[in-house]
């Protein structure tokens, strides 16, 4: 069984900036890509930025220039970097991570979602 699990959604004023941490946790061999994704009501999930654990990176075109993925291979962890958010950027964001688990099959994980808004 592998855990997902987000940290740092909340409440900031246009212009500002968050970090949100996603942690994986369980029966982890080795976690091919982690992401972020969001969905704000009446939309479908997008998603919003990927790496892989080779470090290569994706972005939504509507985040480059703003949002910094990075993750910590040995600590099965991820976060973003949100600058200049805007109030289209509210959403809750997700946190999926793609595992090699130690039963050697590749699963999908995600966690339970953090509410970020942006508004004044």
């Known amino acids: 069984q592998v855990q997902v699990v987000e940290s740092g959604g909340g409440l900031v004023q246009p212009g500002g900036s968050l970090r949100l941490s996603c942690a994986a946790s369980?029966?982890?061999?080795?976690?091919?890509?982690m992401g972020w994704y969001r969905q704000a009501p009446g939309n479908q999930r997008e998603l919003v930025a990927s790496?892989?654990?080779?470090?290569?990176?994706n972005y939504a075109d509507s985040v480059k220039g703003r949002f910094a993925i990075s993750r910590d291979n040995a600590k099965n962890s991820m976060t973003l970097e949100m600058n200049s958010l805007k109030p289209e950027d509210t959403a809750v964001y997700y946190c999926?991570?793609?595992?090699?688990?130690?039963?050697?099959?590749?699963?999908?994980?995600w966690g339970q979602g953090t509410q970020v808004t942006v508004s004044s």
């Open positions: 999926n991570a793609v595992v090699f688990t130690t039963g050697e099959a590749i699963r999908d994980y």
């Open positions: 369980g029966s982890i061999l080795s976690i091919i890509t």
């Open positions: 790496i892989t654990n080779g470090g290569s990176t």
